[in-house]
């Protein structure tokens, strides 16, 4: 497989472009908006001689491109700065942790995603041209276009407020009722899209050569060709697995919030707000830097599972 | 010859079942989309949306701005009344109203949006990267991973809270300038904003779709023929590859109108958006939302909610059918 490590250098070089234009932009965005964190904090209260003394202990007086430089030395140390909202804390230790919550509120919809729409996607090819087939697939389009900011109150009222079977927001953990309802908001749009990818894979694969030579060879229907036709569907579905676990910790801004989930969605909004350069930066740069991972592992991933693929490659 | 053989020959009759015209494209799209009930019922409400957009100061028969005698007691959070089809929200104005105005609010956001972002820049750009190549092909797609790369609401909230403050300023200034005064006051300045926003990130997408088909029909014989014939770059686009990217066109507008709704309705959910008092759909169920409000209020989530959930899944199911229909591949 010589001919897969070259590829990989060569995305990884490719990145690192991307990765400096996307810090550079939101490093000047930062710094061109009107306010800074310590007048955010101080809000007026403190003397001008306070604030420039504090600004400039901050090096926020520097020239931006100075202040670029320097900020990016100290990440690739692996420092991202020092929260300006919550004293004295250095914002990976305020980001990590969360990004952790959001893993773990993440991680039964992931699961629950592919379980599910695997199952559905196979059944809705293999029903292709009766009557399920288009209705199943209309239903799940109209699940996915519900906007997430108004099928969460709705859920909230129907199940916590009315019925009183789950509880209406609040984190205490995977194990509690209070995943529920996150659980079910997130799972159901990755659900439809998974079962529409792994119908169409399936619809490809069926009407391929060696499928026909399977159904004349005289093998059973259900069983043998199950195998034969979903093993090769499954092809673009493990693009999709490996894709989406580098998301596993990137938290739904609305979900978070609308359900009192301290995850890093919840905190980027709330970072957003108060001005915290340090930590905006941060979230954008490990948000970005997963993203082209993301994608880079991907394309690899194709590369290994596709054997046809792996075979050119040689 | 014989007399048998000679019933196999071409007659007259079979030369000009050859010449019939084929039948013309809208024609048979029109025919394929009537086939399909769902989507038609879909197109009704989308016409019957933009429609009102238009038409919204002849329909709403109040102002959707409040006025004092809103704010009166009586008035405040009403259910559906004949006087107040839709209730009146918590300063009393009049649901019903508001709603129109809002889809007016929608309306302007994704037309631009989609119109510029996704036809010119969108199109524009895919067809320059696609048939150019070379170093410009490199700069825009340099240019649109790292736009990419961004997660599009991080950078929608972060261009509103940064760049945004500073236009509302300059903005400020221009309120008492004789003639874009009083546009200014009505609020444009706020959709400009988020049309802005929302077209620097969405052309990414078309640009991609449009280039690899591009570069696709670019390799056609056809094409190589032309451009020996001397063809111009504008005729070869104009003549050979924009008819087989006219679907893509279509199709990417589509797709696209509902995600630039969906995010508008986030950035005025977070504030970010559209701002009192131009009405938009975020900003009224920002208002509804909250199990506490649609216990009590359940009308102030629900008909905005009704009637944006219809419009994301009319463009959903009307998006899906021109798939079926237009793209070669499914048909």
């Not at chain 1, 990440?75 to 919550?101: A, E």
């Not at chain 1, 699940?143 to 205490?172: D, M, R």
């Not at chain 2, 129109?100 to 067809?127: C, D, E, N, P, S």
Request: charged share 15%.
């Amino acid at each position: 497989m010589t001919g897969v490590f070259p590829f990989i250098v060569r995305r990884l070089l490719a990145a690192i472009p991307v990765i400096f234009l996307v810090t550079v932009a939101t490093f000047y965005l930062g710094r061109y908006a009107p306010g800074d964190p310590i007048t955010a904090r101080t809000q007026g209260k403190a003397s001008p001689e306070t604030v420039a003394r504090l600004k400039h202990q901050l090096h926020l007086d520097d020239n931006v491109a100075v202040q670029y430089v320097r900020y990016m030395g100290e990440v690739l140390r692996g420092d991202f700065g020092t929260s300006q909202r919550h004293v004295n804390q250095s914002v990976s230790s305020i980001i990590f942790p969360k990004m952790w919550i959001s893993l773990q509120e993440n991680l039964y919809p992931f699961f629950l995603t592919f379980l599910i729409g695997m199952p559905i996607g196979i059944y809705l090819a293999l029903r292709r041209g009766h009557w399920q087939d288009p209705a199943v697939t209309t239903v799940l389009l109209v699940l996915t276009a519900i906007p997430v900011v108004i099928l969460i109150p709705t859920l909230q009222v129907l199940f916590a407020a009315k019925w009183k079977l789950l509880p209406v927001s609040g984190w205490h953990g995977i194990f509690s009722r209070n995943i529920v309802l996150p659980t079910v908001v997130l799972t159901v749009p990755g659900l439809a899209g998974i079962a529409r990818l792994m119908r169409i894979s399936m619809v490809q694969v069926m009407d391929d050569d060696f499928v026909r030579t399977a159904r004349a060879k005289g093998l059973q229907d259900r069983i043998v060709i199950m195998r034969h036709i979903v093993r090769n569907a499954l092809l673009p579905m493990t693009t999709a697995i490996v894709g989406s676990l580098f998301f596993l910790f990137a938290g739904s801004f609305f979900v978070e919030t609308l359900f009192g989930i301290p995850g890093i969605g919840a905190e980027s909004i709330a970072t957003i707000g108060a001005r915290d350069y340090d930590e905006i930066m941060a979230i954008t740069i490990v948000s970005t830097v997963a993203f082209v991972i993301a994608n880079m592992a991907v394309d690899i991933a194709y590369t290994f599972i596709d054997p046809r693929i792996r075979l050119i490659t040689q | 010859m014989t007399a048998n053989t000679a019933a196999l020959l071409p007659t007259a009759a079979d030369t000009y079942a050859l010449e019939r015209p084929p039948v013309p494209a809208w024609r048979a799209f029109a025919r394929s989309l009537l086939k399909r009930k769902l989507a038609c019922a879909a197109l009704c409400y989308i016409v019957l949306f933009y429609g009102t957009a238009i038409f919204a100061p002849a329909i709403a028969p109040y102002s959707y701005e409040g006025s004092s005698h809103d704010l009166r007691k009586e008035n405040v959070l009403q259910g559906p009344s004949w006087k107040h089809l839709f209730g009146t929200d918590r300063l009393g104005r009049d649901l019903f109203s508001r709603v129109v105005y809002a889809t007016r609010t929608t309306m302007l956001i994704t037309v631009a949006t989609a119109i510029t972002g996704g036809l010119f820049l969108g199109v524009g750009l895919g067809l320059l990267a696609g048939y150019r190549r070379g170093i410009v092909d490199s700069l825009i797609n340099r240019l649109g991973e790292a736009l990419g790369s961004i997660p599009a609401l991080l950078l929608l909230l972060l261009l509103a809270a940064t760049v945004r403050p500073r236009i509302d300023a300059w903005i400020r200034h221009a309120y008492g300038w004789p003639l874009i005064g009083s546009p200014l006051r009505t609020g444009i300045a706020d959709i400009t904003f988020v049309f802005f926003a929302l077209t620097l990130i969405g052309w990414v997408d078309d640009e991609r779709l449009i280039r690899s088909q591009v570069l696709a029909v670019r390799q056609q014989e056809y094409v190589l023929a032309a451009r020996s014939m001397g063809a111009s770059t504008a005729r070869i686009l104009w003549h050979h590859i924009f008819p087989n990217i006219r679907f893509l066109v279509v199709l990417g507008i589509t797709t696209s109108i509902g995600a630039i709704a969906l995010s508008e309705i986030s950035l005025t959910f977070f504030g970010l958006g559209v701002r009192a008092p131009t009405p938009s759909f975020g900003d009224m169920i920002y208002d509804g939302s909250g199990p506490r409000q649609v216990l009590a209020h359940p009308h102030l989530l629900f008909v905005p909610g009704t009637i944006a959930i219809l419009f994301f899944i009319s463009f959903a199911l009307f998006g899906d059918a021109l798939n079926d229909i237009l793209n070669p591949r499914t048909r």
